[in-house]
């Protein structure tokens, strides 16, 4: 199976700590955040895996290489500007070719969510695209689905009146399971964003889809997020089985 982790962005909410090294390598306890991600998309038989690279791309390769060690086969894509979270999947499309389904997750994202659990039913319910859902109060979005979890309506950074007006407790959690039928929405040029450009074109097919959170999540997009996540990986609250580390 296929998924892509999104990598290339600065991480400049984090300050100092990003300043020098890429976001998804900032170390949670003594491996880096991509080495959590890329592990447990391989334990859920993710073993074609492309990553997107634009700032400080050599330390990206350095550390993941042709992903042997964990037995899963990486491609890169360089983008020597940055082409948004949907430019970048779009400019992959020829990767995912031949595949049903593919997953995108953001490479900051920290999560033991059932992945496999998340590709069934985005194949049950013939989706479109199935969006990994999670309850937070003042999000950067809200998301609002019927008792079949389809998604009625999207809204990506919800001006004050909007968040006034709508109860949905659902927020994007910032994985996704996607039918390569979604690429055909994406413009081939210009940089565009999933949740701002392209959900909002798809919701009235009907077939967008909500899967709520079962497991650990956590976006490492803030010192104290980033200091949240660490603590859950020391406590065992966030469940992601590594090999042996290794010192090559």
């Not at 990206?60 to 890169?76: H, M, P, Q």
């Not at 309506?153 to 001006?159: I, L, M, S």
């Amino acid at each position: 199976m296929k998924a892509m982790v999104l990598a290339a962005g600065y991480g400049t909410r984090l300050g100092n700590l990003t300043r020098a090294m890429p976001k998804p390598l900032l170390p949670v306890g003594d491996r880096p955040l991509l080495e959590y991600i890329i592990c447990h998309l391989a334990r859920h038989g993710f073993d074609e895996i492309a990553v997107n690279l634009h700032f400080m791309p050599e330390t990206v390769r350095e550390f993941l290489g042709d992903g042997s060690r964990w037995n899963i086969d990486i491609e890169y894509s360089a983008e020597p500007e940055l082409l948004g979270t949907a430019g970048g999947v779009k400019k992959m499309e020829h990767f995912f070719r031949d595949t049903d389904a593919f997953l995108i997750q953001y490479g900051d994202i920290l999560t033991d969510q059932d992945l496999t659990a998340l590709h069934q039913f985005h194949r049950d319910k013939q989706a479109l695209i199935t969006m990994l859902v999670h309850q937070r109060a003042r999000s950067n979005s809200i998301v609002e689905m019927d008792d079949d979890h389809r998604i009625l309506r999207f809204w990506e950074r919800p001006d004050d009146r909007i968040r006034q007006t709508v109860k949905s407790p659902w927020v994007n959690s910032a994985v996704y399971v996607c039918d390569p039928a979604v690429l055909q929405v994406i413009h081939p040029t210009d940089p565009c964003d999933l949740p701002r450009d392209v959900f909002p074109q798809l919701i009235d097919s009907g077939r967008l889809f909500g899967f709520p959170l079962t497991g650990y999540r956590c976006a490492v997009d803030s010192p104290q997020r980033y200091a949240a996540a660490q603590a859950a990986v020391h406590n065992g609250q966030c469940d992601i089985d590594l090999p042996p580390k290794t010192s090559g």
